[in-house]
Nanobody
Framework: QVQLVESGGGLGQAGGSLRLSCVASGRTFSSGDMGWFRQAPGKERQFVAAITWSSGSAYYADSVKDRFTISRDKAKNTMYLQMNSLKPEDTAVYYC?????????????WGQGTQVTVSS
């Protein structure tokens, strides 16, 4: 099992920016995907963005495409989510997730989550 620790959440303003980080430790992985999901109050958890650890290929939910950028630093075992042009609807708890086979089912580890609140 890998331990995932998120940081960088907090209060942002509409149109502003925040940057989330996720540091992975413990179980090592050289393949699979790492990503971000979010859950707003009263809503289901939803996919935000992910990156293939080995190649760095990224993919995004339509709702954040062109506003959010995911990246990773393999040497630091750290993943980032740069969030620009924030909207109030981005308010949610953001979770760092590892999918060892890239399917987001089964062999998955989750972080504890970090709150992001965007004021209008």
């Amino acid at each position: 099992q890998v331990q995932l620790v998120e940081s960088g959440g907090g209060l942002g303003q509409a149109g502003g920016s925040l940057r989330l980080s996720c540091v992975a430790s413990g179980r090592t992985f050289s393949s699979g995907d790492m990503g971000w999901f979010r859950q707003a109050p009263g809503k289901e958890r939803q996919f935000v963005a992910a990156i293939t650890w080995s190649s760095g290929s990224a993919y995004y939910a339509d709702s954040v495409k062109d506003r959010f950028t995911i990246s990773r630093d393999k040497a630091k075992n750290t993943m980032y989510l740069q969030m620009n042009s924030l909207k109030p609807e981005d308010t949610a708890v953001y979770y760092c997730v590892v999918s060892y086979d890239g399917t987001w089912r089964g062999d998955v580890d989750w972080g504890q989550g970090t709150q992001v609140t965007v004021s209008s």
